[in-house]
């Protein structure tokens, strides 16, 4: 009875503060900032919490832990602050007022959010109803690697929890929809740069060199071939190259090149041991060529492992608050997320909210005309309630 009754209060705290959460949001959204600089951001939700009783402690300059409850299971939610370095190119009135800073993943969504999570929570707590403790994570730098995650955790941000939660922006569901999926749903993303260097030449001698030009291009195509190969394929490994760089006229064959790129993977234990593999290739690949190469690789994020009962948990959030139909399909993606390291060590999962409006385009995150249909922040922070009563 006590469950039920601290629902129907959080339905009732959100929707009393719907109007100030869709203003918070779009004062955020007018007022980006970028990984760790995300001050004037947690100073507004550290206001905002303050004054209805959480337990608040800084991370730095910026980034909040904020704790209710006194005893019991302890179950975190989690948001990320940060926005991305490029320009706003909507025209709304609370665009960016930050030239070439943007929020174009939905953390300003993500952090009004779990604000106005918060805010129910607290009143659930005032009235005896909430039979735990609650932690809320403002992350900041999600977007940069290392993230914040690994701080907040090094600042003991997980001691205690059983188990945690976020939300995450998806612009290809409707909103009033969310994307709930057991098992890996975002990828590890990690950074690759190999530089080579050779006695370089000229083009009709280049069994005088170290063809060094011949031996990048057999890295392009041979690194992921290689991997294609050696690997289980339902470890989804992905070797993309964003740059390649060598030379700078069509008869010299140059002493030095570099390529860069990100691997990505959906599976937790091929993450383990991937930088060995690339190399144990690459040295591999370019013998033949008498090339040397330098590898430089930064492992970034493992994957997002979503924990089945956390996922049915999840899942009666979005019955008790969207109903049957709010349950959207979605497929695993190979972008990272640094949630991710938080379920190293604590069960919990993600969703994909939506955030389209129905019958209205299909944005992409990480673009600077990313719209979103504005009733998902105060659809989200139910969740983030509810998904936090029923999980305690």
Known sequence: MST?????????????????????????HAHPELSWHETRTTDLVSHHLDQVGWRLTRTGDSGLIADLGDAGSLVALRADLDALPLNDTTTDPWCSQVPGVAHACGHDVHTTALLGAGLALAEVHAAGLLSGRVRLLFQPAEEVMPGGATRLMNLGALDGVGRIFCLHCDPTIDVGRVG????????????????LTGSGGHTSRPHLTEDLTFALAKLVTELPAVLSRRLDPRAG???????????????????????????????????????????????????????????????????????????????????????????APTAQSLGGEDFAWYLTRVPGAMGRLGTREPGGPTYDIHQGNLRIDERATALAAKLLATVAVNAL
């Open 4 to 28: 039920h009754a601290a629902l129907a209060l959080v339905e009732t705290v959100v929707d009393k503060h719907a109007d100030d959460l869709l203003d918070l949001r779009r004062d955020l």
């Open 180 to 195: 709930l999926r057991e098992g890996p749903i975002t990828g590890a993303a990690d950074s690759l740069e190999i530089r």
């Open 237 to 327: 490994v992905s070797v993309v190259w964003g740059r390649v760089e060598a030379g700078r006229a069509t008869n010299v064959i140059p002493d030095a090149g570099s390529l860069g790129g990100t691997v990505r993977m959906l599976d937790a234990v091929a993450w383990s041991d991937m930088e060995q593999r690339i190399r144990t290739y690459v040295r591999e690949i370019v013998s033949p060529y008498g090339v040397q190469a330098v590898v430089d690789y930064k492992r970034g994020v493992p994957p997002v492992v979503n924990e089945p009962a956390s996922v049915a948990l999840l899942g009666r959030a979005v019955d008790s608050v969207l109903g049957p139909e709010g349950h």
